[in-house]
Each structure stands twice: as C-alpha cells, then as structure tokens.
C-alpha cells in the first residue's frame, strides 16, 4: 500500500466527472479531487495479479493495452520484458472480432520486413521503394506489438478502460476476461478484474504494469508440468501465490485427472462390448458351418441306402 500511496494511486479525477458506479471506491474528497479507497484497491489489485499469474502458469497468452501518451511507452517496454503482445498506439477496430483480417495486415508486415532485410527491394525504382518503407512504417506503428500473436489473447490488461472502450467492448463479445485499471470518471461495466486507481500518473502506471509483467514471468517460471507416467498430475504452485489460488489450481488438475481415468473407464468397457459381439459372431458361424455340413450329409446317407 506503501508503493500506491508513492505512486498516487489514490487520486482520482475532478468531483465533477466521477462516475456514480465508481461511489464504493472512493474513499472521499480533497481540492474537489476524489480519493480512491485504497483498502479496497489493494486487495482487488492482489485478485488481478493472482488471475494474471495463474493463467501465464497454464501458458495463458495476455495482451497489454494501452494507447495514451502516458501509458504507451511503459506498456511496450513492460509487455516486450514479459514476452507479451500488446498495443500502444491505436486500436484498431476489430482487432479482436475481426482478427482474421487484421491476420492479413500482420502477414504483409512481416512480407514487407522479409523483402527490405533480403535486399529483394532493391530491383525496384526509388518511387516504389519508398511506397513500400511507408506502408511497412504505418503497419508497424499499429501491429508490431501483436505481430508474433499466436491467435486470440486469453486476457487482456487495460490501462484506462474508458479510453480503450472499444477494446473492453470486442472482449466481452468474444468472451475474454478483461483486467482493467478504473478511475473515478469511467464506469466498471464489463471489466472482470476492477483495479480502482489512477489511471494518469506515469508512476501509477508504471506499479501497475511493471507488476503484471512480474507475476507474468513467475507463472511461466512455475508453469505447470505433467509426470511422464501415471494419471495424476504434479502441479507446481508459486508460494507467492494466494492459498485460494493454489486450492483452484488444484482442483483444476483433480478434474483433469478425473476425466482421464472417466475416458480409460469408457474405453476399457467399449473394448469389453467388442470382444464379446467378436465372441458371439465367430459362435454363429461355427453353428452355422455344423448346420450346413449336417445338411450335405443328409442326402449322401439316403443315396447309399
């Protein structure tokens, strides 16, 4: 708490640009500047972070968000130190809902980087070259930090959720679980981890951030691993990791291990089914051979008589 009050974490916005939803978070008024509660910041803080380490321990991909000109800089220095994607300058619309042509864009990207590193630009005119240098810097202005995406973040951490709206809003339709830093003047609609806080102050910004990528780069460390033999798997937790984290942690490993032995059950008894159907066919024919080698011996027995 010490680190937030330095950072100033407490100050929200003017009195009169508070969002009314916001009212739980805030502590009181001082200069006609809202203070954020940060009894209650704190521990909504610790649940994010929690969240954040779980899902980079299960090898859970998040993308860092954060376009104003406070947070831009600190955003891709953080994601790049954690092995994240993120975006820093603009967001384009459909990023996440349209991915599949924002696709397109990054596979051109990486074709125009490719051509300018071989040299094969070079059979070009001076013109066409430099058609090509700024269609390669206007991409990579909006795509570098999600160019080596694999596909869809499995969480996004906002810095400012009203100013990334559009970001929270293409998340929420495709179900992705949203981490968000709410000040007094934007509303928590939508935002599944709330983390009260001012979302102006660089320092503010760089505690947040800088302690994402840090819990981030602890569950990869601790990232869970699976026994070569057996059904049951060893699960490697973070002592610093809360004790309710570790028990779902837990529990997650304990249905997988459930569901194997369910599939081993459902297999064996469906092996049990077929060797008997192949039992009881290969009796039929047996019997039904014996029937028609009795039924040929018939006829030759009358013959001789």
Known sequence: MREMLEAG?????????????????????????????????????????????????????????????????????????????????????????????????????????????????????????LGLERERVKLDRSLSGIKNMPGLPDALFIVDVGHENIAVSEANKLKIPVVGIVDTNCKPNGVDYVIPGNDDAIRAIRLYTSTAADVILEGRATSTTKLPEGDDEYVEVNDSIEPKAKAKVAKKAKKKTAKKAAAKKTAKKDEAVEAKAEVEAKAETEVKAETEVKAEAKPDSSEAE
């Open 9 to 129: 974490v407490h100050f929200g916005h003017q009195t009169r640009f508070w969002h009314p939803k916001m009212r739980n978070y805030i502590f009181g008024a001082r200069s006609k500047t809202h203070i954020i509660n940060l009894e209650k910041t704190l521990p909504l803080f610790n649940d994010a972070m929690n969240f954040l380490g779980r899902l980079a321990q299960n090898g859970g991909n998040v993308m860092f968000v954060g376009t104003k000109r406070q947070a831009s800089d600190i955003v891709r220095e953080e994601a790049e130190r954690c092995g994240m994607s993120y975006v820093n300058h603009r967001w384009l619309g459909g990023m996440l809902t349209n991915y599949k042509t924002v696709k397109n864009s990054i596979d051109r990207l990486k074709k125009l980087e490719a051509m300018l590193a071989d040299g094969s630009v070079e059979r070009l005119n001076k013109k066409e070259m």
